[in-house]
């Protein structure tokens, strides 16, 4: 099986400008590279299977380059429905350097090179992007573009009706600059990389062979988005996402895609993700390939004491062993539990009604005297319960339970 073969089974490849010619291509080292654009400090999991592609390219021999688009980033690659917030040069700089670091530490120093285009845009003019680019560029063309059409009738600035002539003029850049002849990203960059390519032959004429490749975006299979946790973000920055709730989120990632994710972003090999099917269709309810997946991506991204901390942590939240918890991991354990916030004292019933855990007091007193509920893994029968910040952990946070899966967090903070 060669590369290619390898990157449709593990469903990379989508479209490809030339997969032929880029079979043959590959069979020789070749460099590329993937754009991200600086919006945030941070990348989040939506960006994994971008930032390991470029990895599992390296892994071949080939010579993958990541661009941060300091100078793209301030543009914004237009959305469908509306125009993004522009944002200052300083934010900018600064989400470069830290996504920068970031990547270095998932992918290795020496495995990808790093470029920001703010180097070479930094000095180009109004006129010399007009003359040297934009005149390579017909507007009905443009105007095609999904993104572009898409915005017609609610609208476009000129400003991001441009950024795919930007992106095009980076693999230029890097085209002369670093012989960069492949360009990969997800499936939503087709355009911009087809632009990419025009760009490129029409000023360094039709012998000049370059190839563009995306990857279908990650989906679920309920169509609920990859990459968010109760609608926030998983981040790849254990101080916005602390490396519990990272792991937690593959754990539980549902039967019908964890072999999808498995093939996506993971670094095993063919035979061994064949095997793992083999063993999560025999035996799905001991998660077998949610474990996998889990411990991989979290010692990829924080490193394996972050991963043995998870595995510890998950160990304390099964056996409800929560009086081991620092305050910082309760809160991370439980960032996804009902809240609840009380000044001194809550009583019982009102904390399951605010939370809405019970729909009503009737029902609430109906929960504690069945038996349903635990207060700080003891479990509670008296509906005149009260609960007191004395007797909550680190005096800041109380644990309700009702059943096995329900928790409510009592915040005296």
Same mark, same amino acid.
């Given at each position: 099986?060669?590369?290619?073969?390898?990157?449709? !089974?593990? =469903?990379?490849?989508?479209?490809?400008? #030339?997969?032929?010619? /880029?079979?043959?291509?590959?069979?020789?080292?070749?460099?590329?590279?993937?754009?991200?654009?600086?919006?945030?400090?941070?990348?989040?999991?939506?960006?994994?299977?971008?930032?390991?592609l470029l990895k599992r390219f390296a892994m071949q021999g080939h010579h993958p380059i990541a661009l941060l688009g300091g100078a793209t980033g301030m543009i914004g690659d237009p959305r469908p429905t509306t125009e993004r917030?522009?944002?200052?040069?300083?934010?900018?700089?600064?989400?470069?350097?830290?996504?920068?670091?970031?990547?270095?530490?998932?992918?290795?120093?020496?495995?990808?090179? !790093?470029? =920001?285009?703010?180097?070479?845009?930094? #000095?180009?003019?109004? /006129?010399?992007?007009?003359?040297d680019f934009g005149k390579h560029f017909n507007v009905n063309y443009m105007i095609n573009k999904d993104v572009v059409a898409s915005r017609l009738e609610t609208g476009i600035s000129f400003t991001e009706f441009t950024y795919t002539i930007l992106q095009a003029s980076d693999w230029l850049h890097l085209y002369n600059h670093l012989n960069c002849e492949m360009q990969v990203g997800g499936s939503d960059q087709w355009g911009n990389l087809t632009s990419g390519i025009e760009l490129i032959r029409k000023v360094k004429g039709s012998d000049a062979k370059v190839y563009g490749l995306t990857q279908p975006l990650i989906t679920k299979a309920d169509g609920s988005k990859f990459g968010k946790s109760e609608g926030k973000n998983i981040w790849l920055d254990a101080s916005k996402t602390h490396p519990y709730v990272f792991y937690q989120y593959f754990i539980n990632v549902?039967?019908?895609?964890?072999?999808?994710f498995i093939k996506r972003l993971s670094f095993k090999t063919i035979d061994e993700i064949i095997e793992l099917e083999a063993q999560h269709l025999a035996a799905p309810h001991l998660r077998t390939a949610q474990k996998q997946l889990a411990f991989e991506l979290t010692e990829i991204v924080f490193g394996k004491d972050a991963l043995d901390h998870a595995i510890k942590l998950s160990d304390v939240y099964f056996n409800q062993r929560f009086e081991d918890l620092s305050l910082v991991?309760?809160?991370?354990?439980?960032?996804?539990?009902?809240?609840?916030?009380?000044?001194?004292?809550?009583?019982l019933i009102d904390a399951l009604v605010q939370s809405q855990l019970a729909t009503s007091n009737r029902l609430a007193r109906d929960l504690i005297t069945g038996g349903s509920v635990s207060v700080n893994g003891v479990k509670v029968d008296d509906i005149h319960a009260q609960i007191h910040q004395s007797e909550a952990y680190h005096h800041a946070y109380t644990i309700i339970r009702k059943g096995k899966k329900n928790y409510i967090l009592v915040d005296f903070t």
């Open positions: 099986m060669n590369f290619i073969e390898e990157l449709q !089974f593990r =469903n990379l490849f989508k479209d490809c400008s #030339d997969t032929e010619g /880029l079979k043959e291509r590959l069979n020789q080292p070749i460099t590329l590279y993937c754009g991200f654009d600086p919006t945030a400090d941070s990348l989040h999991i939506g960006h994994l299977q971008q930032l390991l917030a522009l944002v200052s040069l300083d934010v900018i700089a600064h989400n470069v350097q830290a996504l920068a670091k970031q990547m270095k530490h998932i992918v290795g120093d020496a495995s990808i090179g !790093f470029v =920001n285009d703010y180097d070479w845009f930094k #000095d180009v003019s109004v /006129l010399t992007f007009l003359r549902s039967d019908d895609d964890v072999i999808n991991e309760l809160e991370a354990v439980f960032e996804d539990a009902l809240k609840v916030k009380a000044v001194t004292s809550i009583s």
